[in-house]
């Protein structure tokens, strides 16, 4: 198992709710309460690009392109990060990663269909 799992992806309808999570499966708490957590996703054809991001206190970054239809946070005592995603629409489909630093996630597949 890597540092990083990511669970919750599927098949949504455009205008589809989905939360996808991710657990740090290595760090003990008081590290993985240091790190900047990071959700970038990635289309089939193109790069992978930054999502949204939390602090350890936090404060959260989002990418424009999801701004207002996203969410991220996290659970610092379980060790995990999530992202609700609201209003999806076909251009949000992609492999979604879970990042800190050098680390990533194996990924988790979310396909909005029109």
């Known amino acids: 198992q890597g540092p990083l799992v990511e669970s919750g992806g599927g098949l949504v309808q455009a205008g589809g709710s989905l939360r996808i999570s991710c657990k740090a499966t290595?760090?003990?708490?008081?590290?993985?309460?240091?790190?900047?957590m990071n959700w970038y996703r990635q289309a089939p054809g193109k790069q992978r690009e930054f999502v949204a991001s939390?602090?350890?206190?936090?404060?959260?970054n989002y990418a424009d392109s999801v701004k207002g239809r996203f969410t991220i946070s996290r659970d610092n005592s379980r060790k995990m990060i999530y992202l609700q995603m609201n209003g999806l629409k076909p251009e949000d489909t992609g492999v979604y990663y879970c990042?800190?630093?050098?680390?990533w996630g194996q990924g988790t597949q979310v396909t909005v269909s029109s």
């Open positions: 939390v602090t350890p206190t936090h404060t959260t």
């Open positions: 290595r760090d003990i708490t008081s590290t993985f309460n240091s790190y900047v």
């Open positions: 990042n800190r630093n050098s680390a």
